[in-house]
């Protein structure tokens, strides 16, 4: 059973910048991808980013150049910078691990973009 756990969300003004964490329960090196998506108040869940291996890293159009998804030096953490906030990148973000075709979800954590 594949465990996430975010943190990092908030409260941002536009413009500004946040750094979100996942905690994994194995190692990330393990899982056949890693990723983002979030889901905008009123909306449906997307993409943002995610790394899927032997593959390249594919970003939502929206937030290409101003977002970065990693992988930490420890070996069970991923993360996803987001700079220069929109209003538009408001909602709850969701670390996801796909491994051996079965995707996990981690509870999700709310970042909020004021104007």
């Known amino acids: 059973q594949v465990q996430l756990v975010e943190s990092g969300g908030g409260v941002v003004q536009a413009g500004g910048s946040l750094r979100l964490s996942c905690a994994a329960s194995g190692s990330i090196s393990s899982f056949d991808g890693v990723g983002w998506f979030r889901r905008p108040p009123g909306g449906q869940r997307e993409l943002v980013a995610i790394i899927i291996r032997g593959e390249s890293t594919k970003y939502l159009d929206s937030v290409k150049g101003r977002s970065t998804v990693s992988e930490g030096n420890n070996a069970n953490m991923v993360y996803l910078q987001m700079n220069s906030l929109e209003p538009g990148d408001t909602g709850v973000y969701y670390c996801?691990?796909?491994?051996?075709?079965?995707?996990?979800w981690g509870q999700g954590t709310q970042v909020t973009v004021s104007s």
């Open positions: 996801y691990a796909l491994l051996s075709a079965t995707g996990y």
